[in-house]
C-alpha cells in the first residue's frame, strides 16, 4: 500500500468534472465515466487513469515501518492550516511527450506548497526498493536528480518539480496535435479563470497496480484575503 500528497480539485468543481471525464474515471469514487468522443482516448488516457485528476506534490511511497496513516494525516492536516488559498491559471501543453495542464504564469507559490510537503512529510516515507530505484534510473537522470532519488525517494523535486496535470501518456506527434486541441476544447470554461489552490488530498493505492483513490481532502486554513495580509 502506498500513499501520495496529491493537489486535487474538489468533487463538483468544473476542473474536477471536466479532468474525471477525460481520463474516464472519479478518484473519489472509484466510478467509471464516459469518455470525450475522441479517437483512441481510452488508450491514450490509461496511464493517467489509474491515478485521476490530480497534481503531485510528493510521490507515491510507502509508510516506514510501525506508521499508520493517521499520523500522516495529522501531518496532512497541520500543514494545511498554516497554509492561504492561492490562484492559478492553467494551459495545456506537451511535456516530454506528454499531454498536462501546467501553470500559466508564475509557479512560485505552487513550487513552495510542493517543497512543503516533501520537506515536511518526509519523516513518514519508507526508503525506496532497490527495484524501484532501478526502475527510476531508467530515465536519465543528473547528478542533482539522482541526489534528490537517494534524498528524498523521487528525483522530480524541489528545482526540478514542475506542477503538472496529467491528460495522457507520451503521445506521437500526431497525436499530440490533436490532443493538444480537444483539451483547448473540453477544457476552456476552466482556462478562462484562475482556478483556485484551496488545498491537498491525501491518496491511497491499495497494492501495486491498483487505481489511487483520493482518501480525505485536507483544505487550507487561510482564505485568499488572510493569506494576501
Known sequence: MRYAIYYAPAPGTALHQL?????????????ALAQPAIDGIAGLTAEPRRYGVHATLKAPFALRRGIEPEPLMRACAALAAQVGVFRVRLR?????????????GDPAALNSLAERCVRE?????????EEELKRRRLAPL???????????????????????????????????????AAAEALFSPVLREPVAI????????????????????????????????
Open 19 to 31: 479532468g474525471a471525464h477525460w481520463l474516464g474515471r472519479d478518484a473519489h469514487t472509484g466510478e
Open 92 to 104: 495545456p501543453d506537451v511535456l516530454d511527450g506528454f499531454l498536462a495542464l501546467v501553470p500559466d
Open 121 to 129: 512529510l518526509d519523516g513518514f516515507r519508507s526508503p525506496p526498493s
Open 142 to 180: 543528473n547528478a542533482r536528480q539522482e541526489a534528490q532519488l537517494t534524498r528524498w525517494g523521487y528525483p522530480y523535486v524541489l528545482d526540478d518539480f514542475r506542477f503538472h496535470m496529467t491528460l495522457t501518456h507520451k503521445l506521437a506527434p500526431g497525436d499530440a496535435e490533436r490532443l493538444m
Open 198 to 229: 484551496d488545498g491537498i488530498t491525501l491518496f491511497q493505492e491499495p497494492g501495486p497496480g491498483a487505481d489511487f483513490l483520493a482518501l480525505r481532502h485536507f483544505p487550507f486554513a487561510l482564505s485568499e484575503a488572510e493569506a494576501a495580509a
